[in-house]
């Protein structure tokens, strides 16, 4: 056995990551347009104004995703460019442009995966106090619904959130992200219920105005990896990897933001420590969060290897000349066969990746090409760990790997550079690397080539 024969092989990006045009067509601000004019917020005072001008070059875009063989591609729906308030009057140049992107797709037989929420609020919405305002799920459906019924089934796919824990967790407990705030957990707790409420509302709006479409959703977590896959080690990886027992790290918890979506319930271990700061009513709530999904994405970075003590996991330390990423992070393999597997038999939905890969130091070389194999090395070690999961039984429905180009990387700015695809900002030539030459071919023969 190997991936499926329909296995959905992508490549992903975000709107305020790639697209630009931030002043443009009517467009609203939004959390991250204000943030980046924060003096020391960005590395090197970079800003997402102009990006890779996506927002211009779609149409070049898609013809590179073409070339480069994708069956499916994932982006992210700005929701101020559509309601540049939040909510109210609706930007029909906002709508245009994913109306065209969408076509464009669609011509070059593409399947379009939109992201509804990838971060970047709007401002507006923000002033009224953005996730944390108890309307704000009502915020959130009603852009869903401008863009669910004038879309309708056009869009074959729609992922309701992206990474909610890094909202939460970068936004306003490490403050690294926009809107950078820092808040206790009797507010980042109500936040977090708040956005799955929103999540909810969006897959009953998304049901009755698409039928056809499959919704999904795209957290993140580090893995924790069992190295020695003995019974013990893996029931202790299971328990750390699943537990909320921190009361700061629970914001990046696989189950927190999981169990009620698919489960209809929070976990009991954290209820005991964050359970005082939800609305006395939450559980009405949970019916309305609990709404059948179709696949559960997931977006897997890196993992953590650990060892078994006395029943429980404890953290490895990193070994000496570990490999890491440009960016630093440890180069972890296996956390893509224990994420995908400890999800899948928790939540019994096919898994897709939603996002993996890394950031290298790219060049262009006096040839120019841009040769990185360190590209070609991560990500084929990661993807035969994959399918090694979906060979021992993980429903494994699609990968899309982080990015298709490079773009605008949050607070680090254009500092790294993680796409298939080299961007010179100063031109906005793309260069394709020696790693989408490569992803071609693992796509063409369906990964048999790994
Ligand atoms: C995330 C986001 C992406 C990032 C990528 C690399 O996972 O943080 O979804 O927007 O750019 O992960 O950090």
């Given at each position: 056995?190997?991936?499926?024969?329909?296995?959905?092989?992508?490549?992903?990006?975000?709107?305020?990551?790639?697209?630009?045009?931030?002043?443009?067509?009517?467009?609203?601000?939004?959390?991250?347009?204000?943030?980046?004019?924060?003096?020391?917020?960005?590395?090197?005072?970079?800003?997402?104004?102009?990006?890779?001008?996506?927002?211009?070059?779609?149409?070049?875009?898609?013809?590179?995703?073409?070339?480069?063989?994708?069956?499916?591609?994932?982006?992210?729906?700005?929701?101020?460019?559509?309601?540049?308030?939040?909510?109210?009057?609706?930007?029909?140049?906002?709508?245009?442009?994913?109306?065209?992107?969408?076509?464009?797709?669609?011509?070059?037989?593409?399947?379009?995966?939109?992201?509804?929420?990838?971060?970047?609020?709007?401002?507006?919405?923000?002033?009224?106090?953005?996730?944390?305002?108890?309307?704000?799920?009502?915020?959130?459906?009603?852009?869903?619904?401008?863009?669910?019924?004038?879309?309708?089934?056009?869009?074959?796919?729609?992922?309701?959130?992206?990474?909610?824990?890094?909202?939460?967790?970068?936004?306003?407990?490490?403050?690294?992200?926009?809107?950078?705030?820092?808040?206790?957990?009797?507010?980042?707790v109500?936040?977090a219920h708040?956005?799955l409420?929103?999540?909810?509302?969006?897959?009953?709006?998304?049901?009755?105005?698409?039928?056809?479409?499959?919704?999904?959703?795209?957290?993140?977590?580090?893995?924790?990896?069992?190295?020695?896959?003995?019974?013990?080690?893996?029931?202790?990886?299971?328990?750390?990897?699943?537990?909320v027992?921190?009361?700061?790290?629970w914001?990046?918890s696989?189950s927190w933001w999981g169990d009620p979506i698919?489960l209809g319930k929070y976990p009991e271990d954290g209820l005991k420590i964050l359970g005082?700061?939800l609305?006395?009513?939450y559980e009405?709530d949970l019916?309305?969060i609990n709404?059948?999904?179709?696949?559960?994405?997931?977006?897997?970075?890196?993992?953590?290897?650990?060892?078994?003590?006395?029943?429980?996991?404890?953290?490895?330390?990193?070994?000496?000349?570990?490999?890491?990423?440009?960016?630093?992070?440890?180069?972890?393999?296996?956390?893509?066969?224990?994420?995908?597997?400890?999800?899948?038999?928790?939540?019994?939905?096919?898994?897709?990746?939603?996002?993996?890969?890394?950031?290298?130091?790219?060049?262009?070389?006096?040839?120019?090409?841009?040769?990185?194999?360190?590209?070609?090395?991560?990500?084929?070690?990661?993807?035969?760990?994959?399918?090694?999961?979906?060979?021992?039984?993980?429903?494994?429905?699609?990968?899309?790997?982080?990015?298709?180009?490079?773009?605008?990387?949050?607070?680090?700015?254009?500092?790294?550079?993680?796409?298939?695809?080299?961007?010179?900002?100063?031109?906005?030539?793309?260069?394709?690397?020696?790693?989408?030459?490569?992803?071609?071919?693992?796509?063409?023969?369906?990964?048999?080539?790994?």
């Amino acid at each position: 056995m190997s991936f499926k024969k329909d296995f959905v092989w992508g490549a992903a990006t975000a709107s305020y990551q790639i697209e630009g045009a931030a002043y443009e067509d009517g467009k609203g601000m939004n959390i991250w347009d204000d943030y980046c004019k924060i003096p020391g917020k960005i590395l090197n005072g970079d800003t997402g104004d102009v990006a890779c001008d996506h927002y211009h070059r779609y149409k070049e875009d898609v013809a590179l995703m073409k070339q480069l063989g994708i069956k499916a591609y994932r982006f992210s729906i700005s929701w101020a460019r559509i309601l540049p308030d939040g909510t109210g009057k609706v930007n029909p140049k906002g709508l245009e442009f994913y109306k065209n992107l969408v076509n464009e797709l669609k011509a070059n037989g593409i399947t379009p995966y939109a992201t509804l929420f990838h971060w970047d609020y709007p401002s507006k919405l923000m002033e009224k106090g953005g996730w944390l305002n108890s309307d704000s799920p009502n915020w959130f459906a009603e852009y869903v619904k401008t863009v669910v019924e004038f879309f309708k089934d056009d869009i074959p796919n729609y992922i309701t959130f992206n990474e909610p824990s890094v909202v939460i967790g970068c936004g306003y407990v490490i403050t690294e992200h926009a809107p950078g705030i820092k808040l206790d957990n009797y507010m980042l707790v109500p936040m977090a219920h708040n956005i799955l409420k929103a999540h909810g509302m969006a897959v009953k709006i998304i049901r009755e105005f698409a039928p056809k479409a499959k919704i999904g959703y795209a957290p993140a977590s580090n893995p924790i990896i069992p190295p020695n896959h003995d019974a013990n080690e893996v029931e202790a990886a299971r328990k750390k990897y699943f537990g909320v027992n921190d009361p700061i790290n629970w914001v990046w918890s696989p189950s927190w933001w999981g169990d009620p979506i698919v489960l209809g319930k929070y976990p009991e271990d954290g209820l005991k420590i964050l359970g005082k700061y939800l609305p006395k009513n939450y559980e009405e709530d949970l019916k309305l969060i609990n709404q059948p999904i179709d696949f559960y994405g997931h977006n897997i970075y890196q993992g953590e290897y650990v060892k078994e003590q006395n029943g429980v996991a404890v953290n490895l330390p990193n070994k000496v000349g570990y490999p890491r990423t440009a960016i630093g992070w440890p180069i972890t393999p296996e956390a893509l066969y224990w994420g995908p597997k400890f999800l899948h038999e928790r939540y019994n939905l096919p898994i897709i990746i939603t996002e993996n890969g890394l950031s290298c130091h790219d060049a262009v070389s006096l040839d120019g090409k841009v040769h990185d194999p360190n590209r070609i090395d991560f990500l084929n070690r990661y993807l035969l760990q994959l399918k090694k999961a979906a060979e021992d039984g993980a429903d494994i429905a699609g990968y899309f790997q982080w990015s298709l180009m490079d773009n605008f990387e949050w607070a680090k700015g254009y500092f790294d550079r993680f796409g298939l695809i080299y961007v010179d900002y100063q031109t906005q030539k793309r260069t394709p690397k020696d790693s989408f030459y490569w992803y071609s071919e693992v796509i063409k023969q369906n990964g048999e080539n790994l």
